[in-house]
């Protein structure tokens, strides 16, 4: 089991950008990691996933705005949103599995794929 950790929420700008942090408590380089994201009352949605190898899948509503990467060394593992839309407030939450796969789907894999969560961080657009 690891422990994820996130953090970079904040309230931003619509149009601007900014980096999400999620920290790992554990050496996770065989794990597919995640990003989330979940408004009151709406299901969890799969924002981004990277697999071991570094293969990327973005979901369609932040497909060419967003960038997940990782950095094995410290154990992080990154989200870069810009232009960023009102629609993109939620809390964000990192996930994990340790199957190394993420998906042979073009859309990231759903939450049930992973067993490890972090707390969330907010993130809120402002027009």
């Known amino acids: 089991q690891v422990q994820l950790a996130e953090s970079g929420g904040g309230s931003v700008q619509v149009g601007g950008s900014l980096t999400l942090s999620c920290n790992a408590s554990?050496?996770?380089?065989?794990?597919?990691m995640g990003w989330f994201r979940q408004t009151p009352g709406k299901e969890r949605e799969a924002v981004a996933s990277?697999?071991?190898?570094?293969?990327?899948i973005y979901a369609p509503s932040v497909k060419g705005r967003a960038t997940v990467s990782r950095d094995d060394a410290k154990n992080v593992l990154y989200l870069q949103l810009n232009d960023l839309k009102p629609e993109d407030t939620a809390v964000y939450y990192c996930?994990?599995?340790?199957?190394?796969?993420?998906?042979?789907?073009?859309?990231?894999?759903?939450?049930?794929?992973?067993?490890?969560w972090g707390q969330g961080t907010q993130v809120t657009v402002a027009s």
């Open positions: 996930a994990a599995d340790a199957g190394g796969f993420c998906s042979g789907s073009p859309t990231p894999p759903p939450p049930d794929w992973y067993t490890d």
């Open positions: 554990t050496y996770y380089t065989s794990y597919c």
């Open positions: 990277i697999d071991s190898d570094g293969n990327t």
